[in-house]
């Protein structure tokens, strides 16, 4: 089925271990994203990226790595798990700047990770 | 900065009564301000935009710059519309959404 996926669903890592979460779109959609969803802050943006190639940090960075070598994959690294980066991790497309009218974000179904 | 402030974390209501989700913002630009939901074990999904003035499964948004607000809106709600609603902006350079702490939203039988 066309859509985004993430992998793993699930993750329990330990501290100072890398982590890579995987997302994939079939969509072809220039735009996609990394946010992290955690109680009381909602959803924050980690990165984002407008096209293979091109990415841009967004609101919490910080131990995060990404690559988009190619426009339908943006995998996200923890070079280092800490405790603080348990959370929930959504990935979203999108097939055009997000005020416009194809702007709309299609999340996937999030990847949970627990750093022990 | 830009900022999405939902002033509740819980917002309980019986069927059938009116319901009101907060949302005011901080941004000195012309913001476009969303509504996304997420249903229980289903995916984060747009419910409106400030921009189509579009009413979606009953609920409306009105956005006021006076007072920096885009409260979500429904006359009558219905159980199933129980869920997860986070309220989101865009700004200058339009590239990526700022979301709010998101309002659980409880419609009780």
């Known amino acids: 089925d066309a859509g985004i996926t993430q992998s793993p669903r699930y993750k329990i890592t330990e501290t100072g271990r890398q982590v890579t979460l995987m997302c994939h779109q079939t969509?072809?959609?220039?735009?996609m994203f990394w946010y992290r969803q955690d109680l009381g802050h909602g959803l924050r943006l980690i990165y984002y990226?407008?096209?293979?190639?091109?990415?841009d940090k967004g609101e919490v960075p910080d131990g995060y790595v990404v690559s988009r070598s190619k426009t339908e994959n943006f995998p996200l690294t923890l070079e280092s798990a800490t405790r603080s980066q348990t959370s929930v991790y959504f990935c979203?497309?999108?097939?055009?700047?997000?005020?416009?009218?194809?702007?709309?974000?299609?999340f996937g179904e999030g990847s949970r990770l627990t750093v022990l | 900065a830009q900022r999405v402030t939902q002033p509740e974390k819980l917002l309980s209501v019986f069927k059938g009564a009116p319901v009101e989700l907060k949302c005011n913002y901080s941004?000195?630009?012309?913001?476009?301000l969303f509504w996304y939901v997420q249903y229980s074990r289903q995916r984060l999904q747009l419910l409106l935009r400030?921009?189509s003035r579009e009413s979606i499964k009953g609920f409306t948004a009105d956005l006021n710059k006076g007072e920096t607000s885009f409260h979500l809106k429904k006359p009558f709600a219905q159980e199933e519309d129980s869920a997860m609603y986070y309220c989101?902006?865009?700004?200058?350079?339009?590239?990526?959404?700022?979301f709010g702490s998101g309002t659980r939203l409880q419609v009780q039988p």
């Open positions: 969509w072809s959609h220039s735009y």
């Open positions: 400030h921009i």
């Open positions: 979203a497309s999108s097939p055009g700047l997000a005020g416009s009218n194809t702007g709309e974000l299609f």
């Open positions: 989101a902006l865009t700004g200058a350079g339009r590239r990526a959404l700022t």
């Open positions: 990226s407008a096209a293979a190639d091109i990415t």
């Open positions: 941004y000195s630009g012309s913001p476009e």
